[in-house]
């Protein structure tokens, strides 16, 4: 047992990381379906998700070893790291493939950035078609 969290108020303190990152979680889901657009849900799936896994590792920390909570810690570096940048990713190919309504935008960065025929319906033409014609 972890000497620094052991007690009655360790106890507390962890129950109530837990369940603050369960109810994170839980209101994560409920965004993620109820939400209307891809970009809320993007929002819902990566941030409540993110911070209610957070917590509840934070948590479970408080009540294992120490090099079970330092494996923890490196959970919650890594989804840190990754949820936001898969989040964009999914983001940008939903705008890429028309997904996203235009109309749904209210500044659109991405397009000045993006060449033309970046977007769906115009292939760039491929090294077999320069062959051939």
Known sequence: MNP??????ADVIAA???????LSCLLGAIGLVRLPDLPARLQAATKPQTLGLSLILLGAALRVELASAATMVLVVLFQVISAPVLSQLVGRAAYRSGALPDDGLVVDELAEHLPADALVGDDPPSDSDDARG
């Open 16 to 22: 109530c990381l837990m369940l603050l990152g369960a």
């Open 4 to 9: 620094v969290a052991a007690g009655p108020v």
